[in-house]
């Protein structure tokens, strides 16, 4: 368990060590983006295979937090899974991270309590990393942003043990939102690093976002305070109506990953179509859905499918995205994991965008 002590005592080291902060996103949008899909029965396998496909490893030597989905205490995909976190943290310390705090604030119930109910401190006892409950810092480990030009009116205050961070990890959920989010995955969990209250008067920023017309802008407008270097999306099963919390479960037996929030939830968007989900997730292009939209116009990601390439290891995995495609509109390249063969296809002909 990571206390007060030990949390400022971190945050000061990372403050020294980091270069600059993470506050930001890029000017312009990024002008690709790699994502991986993995059909499997296996979570810890395809958790796996999925960040192995990235060819990326920006964790080594690093110290890492991890933002969970741990909005509620509820069952997988109302939260994380608890193999899934206990897989991400393996893989991360094989990747070669020096250490690991887990941290997040619910947005259903008291944050200590979820967490305890999900285990996390006590598999962060058994496996050494730090779990940190946010709505317990103080108000000195906050940082406000007036975060001008957004519909945010007063801002927002974010955790300097984000914004000061050496790595950004998150892991989320594949399912629709009934409160007006839509969807929620990695646009959406990243709500959950934000303060719920203002540590300087008790303004419930909260409160704004879920009452406002505006709240899918707002939550991509949230994401310009960050950038997490990995995204690891667990779509063993999703909730394709009601969410965040309990819904319409089905079981599409993917793990989804990438480095780019835009093009995560863009292929997210596409599975939960393909799925059959709701009327407000099935309307228009995936890229007009309003969190993707913004985001994609304040160059948190990619704008466009036509910039995404996902990347399949197997036949499964490939006929699984290839049903995306006419959704979407994106790149499949299918990489024989074990012949290390590689064969690009685009389906430009079904593009759709």
Known sequence: ??????????????????????RGAPAEAAPEARVSLVKSSDRAEGISTAIDLLEIDPVRGKQV???????????????????????????????GARSTVVADRSG??????????????????????DALALDELPGEAWTHFEMPDTHWQRGAHFPKLFVEAESIVQTCCLKTHR???????????????????????????????HSSRDQRSMIAELNTLYRP?????????????????????????????????VAVDAVGVAVLRLLGTTLAVSSGKVFGQEQIRRAAELGIGVGSPEQITVVAPDHESAVFAR?????????????????????????ADVKTG
Do not use: C
Request: charged content about 20%; overall charge positive.
């Open 323 to 347: 049903k995306l495609v006419p959704i979407l509109g994106m790149s499949v390249l299918t990489r024989d994991v074990e012949s290390g063969g590689k064969l690009t296809t685009t389906w």
């Open 229 to 261: 270097d990995l995204i690891l999306l667990d779509g063993m099963q999703a909730f394709v109506d009601g969410g965040p919390d309990t819904g319409r479960r089905v079981s599409p037996g993917v793990v989804i990953a990438g480095a780019d929030r």
């Open 1 to 22: 368990m990571m206390t007060r002590r030990r949390f400022l005592g971190a945050s000061a080291l990372a403050g020294m060590s980091a270069l600059m902060p993470r």
């Open 65 to 95: 937090v991890l933002k969970p989905n741990f909005n509620s205490a509820d069952p997988f995909p109302g939260s994380t899974h608890p193999t899934t976190l206990r897989s991400l943290i393996e893989k991360l310390g094989e990747m």
């Open 108 to 129: 259903m119930g008291d944050t200590r309590r979820v967490m305890e109910q999900k285990g996390v401190f006590d598999l962060g006892a058994e496996m050494g990393f």
């Open 179 to 209: 409160f007006g989010g839509h969807f929620t995955m990695s646009l959406k969990n990243s709500v959950g690093m934000a303060a719920k209250f203002s540590p300087v008067d008790n303004y419930n920023y909260m409160g704004e976002l």
